[in-house]
């Protein structure tokens, strides 16, 4: 495509029948990041590193099976891709994230077929389907806006964060395009597109938040955006307790998390319901109800999606950018940040933490 612009190719995409969603007026609509500090997207980060590595040594365990051998998990736990030690070690959640933020520094902006190609290079731990899928067909030859698959899987909404990272200084409407773009590269499929950008749009309202968001704001933020993307795609729940379910995402979150947080469900019980895997029907429930519960303590906050969801790196590493985009990187305990590895590759230690410095130096206040 050139070098046209990220809009121009948004609108030619679009045109074509090559993006899997709905238009809305979120496009003509400016971002508000009011005067956001660093120390908020560093948490953000930050958050996202950590609820991956205190949940990847214990991902797609069923709950009850992980406390029976670990009790409730507050820490690292051995991890043994590090000589059994008690270290935050990431897996694909923190590396997708993390290259695209390195990629996003490199060009000063964001360049879809460069984080394509960056996504192409180095080993990725946990790698899932959807993505194995991605990197197939790209190194086969197709073009980065044809490789992506029809997942609804979670796999473009963990890495997404980033994205707002290059319009803190200058905010624009250019942030959804990019954002749709980027979920794209991976993931072409309807609920997984509206849910990035309705998390992205979530962020940035956290980072300048200056309370907690009442619990019915998490659920009510990501419907008013998702709704709006989403085409008429019907999914399909894949919980006992919810097998007549037919409907679009941003349904299914109206119909369920308002409700179990009405009934005062623990977030074990309200998880185990609609389950709480890598599927989108059952993650962005389990994200939005812990945060709804939780956001005012983002310690417990991520113990929870640690120790009572299935696919509990990516869920709490989800809650983790959420919680640390609105408290900062300043009430994340010390001792995860500490234990935290910081690793993108096999070997590249603190790599992370060189990585929220270039950032700062260029978007930072």
Known sequence: MGDLSNQKVFARLFRDGLINMGYSNIF????????ATFDRIEGMMLGLAIGDSLGNTTESRVP???????????????????????????????????????????????VPEH??????????????NAVREYLRNYKSGLDWYRSGTRSSGNGALMRIAPMLIPYLKTSDESLWVDTVLSALITHNDSASISSCVSFINILVN???????????????????????????????????????????????VSDNVP??????????DACNFWYSGAYLLETVPSVLYILMKYAGDPEQAIIRAVNDTRDNDTIAALVGA???ALHG???????????????????????????LASAKAIWGN
């Not at 980072?207 to 085409?231: C, G, H, M």
């Open 28 to 35: 003509e609509t400016r971002p508000i990041l009011r005067s």
């Open 64 to 110: 009850k099976d992980r406390t029976q051998e670990h009790g409730q998990i507050t820490d690292y736990l051995p991890n043994k891709h590090a000589g059994n030690r008690r270290i935050g070690l990431p897996s694909d959640d923190t590396q997708l994230a993390f290259w695209t933020l390195e990629q996003l520094i490199e060009d000063k902006r964001f």
């Open 115 to 128: 984080v394509a190609k960056r996504f192409s290079r180095g080993r990725i731990f946990g790698i899932g």
């Open 206 to 252: 956290l980072i300048s938040y200056d309370r907690v968001p009442d619990p019915q704001w998490w659920p009510e933020t990501f419907i008013t955006v998702a709704k709006e993307l989403e085409n008429d795609y019907l999914y399909e729940s894949w919980s006992p307790y919810c097998e007549n379910y037919r409907g679009t995402l941003w349904q299914f």
């Open 259 to 268: 409700e179990a947080y009405k009934q005062g469900k623990s977030v074990l």
């Open 322 to 324: 959420a919680v640390g």
């Open 329 to 355: 990187k300043k009430v994340m305990p010390e001792r995860w940040i500490e234990g935290l590895l910081g690793r993108t590759g096999e070997y590249d230690d603190r790599h992370i933490f060189e990585l």
